[in-house]
């Protein structure tokens, strides 16, 4: 299993930086093409909350990201110091209409979408995804299919 | 790729062309342009994201909030996208219920009339 370990200080800047990370690793290593677009977005979308999740409970701590190569299969483990009950009032899924509307009406903070909001997108995106919570923080695992290395001497 | 943001005016419509990328570390700019629209009475918005190369949760927060915020002056926003993976997020999170989308600001400006 060959792997990557990125850890960032939680600044939105970073972000950025972890994406083009995973978006690299995950083209070397022979994820579908169509498949790219969702990894970026999944994992901005993992990085992105932890990040919020240290501004409140650990900004001096760094976000961690590994990402592996193992069996077939592309993963990318971010974890943050957080607990899970800090944004999983929102089950992964699609917002049903009652959710929709608590998001869109008047009522609520203005420019903040409720907590877990990022793991809708994930769990809309992501077929394979675990989210868990332990001693150490909240682990959002996805996985992806990668049939190995493009092999760029073939013709 | 950095943010891009530019304005002009069509009548009683604003369409705000926005390029680049929509995330947590941009996000903040665009929702000050809105603000700064809506503070100055702009209340009918269209937002062009044709060049928009990527758009995440935070990203739809802010248009979530320019959609309240024109709302609350009896104002409107409507969305310009044909981009797939964009409009993928707007398809997962069943905010295609909430944003009326067009598939050109001609439409959209005709759609908002």
């Known amino acids: 299993m060959a792997t990557v370990d990125v850890s960032f200080t939680p600044l939105p800047a970073h972000v950025r930086t972890a994406r083009l990370v995973a978006l690299a690793m995950a083209r070397r290593i022979g994820v579908a093409e169509d498949t790219l677009d969702e990894v970026r977005l999944a994992v901005g979308e993992a990085c992105s909350r932890a990040v919020g999740v240290h501004a409140v409970r650990a900004p001096g701590t760094p976000v961690t990201m590994r990402l592996s190569d193992d069996d077939g299969c592309f993963t990318v483990e971010v974890t943050d110091a957080g607990v899970l009950e800090d944004d999983l009032e929102t089950e992964i899924g699609a917002l049903d209409a009652s959710r929709l509307s608590a998001v869109v009406g008047p009522e609520g903070p203005l420019d903040a979408l409720p907590p877990g909001f990022g793991l809708v997108v994930i769990g809309g995106l992501v077929e394979q995804v675990d989210v868990r919570c332990d001693e150490s923080g909240t682990h959002v695992t996805m996985t992806w299919p990668a049939p190995g290395p493009i092999d760029l001497t073939r013709d | ?113």
């Open chain 2, 1 to 113: 790729m950095d943010l891009t943001l530019s304005t002009k005016v069509e009548g009683d419509r604003t369409v705000v062309a926005v390029g680049g990328e929509i995330d947590v570390y941009t996000a903040p700019r665009l929702r000050e342009h809105l603000i700064d629209l809506v503070s100055g009475g702009s209340y009918h918005l269209i937002i062009d994201m044709e060049s928009v190369d990527f758009l995440d949760s935070t990203g739809l927060g802010v248009l979530v909030g320019g959609l309240k915020r024109v709302r609350s002056h009896d104002g409107s926003l409507h969305l310009v996208c044909t981009q797939d993976r964009i409009l993928k997020i707007f398809r997962i999170t069943g905010l295609t219920k909430v944003f009326p989308i067009h598939a050109t600001v001609d439409e959209a400006l005709a759609a908002a009339e």
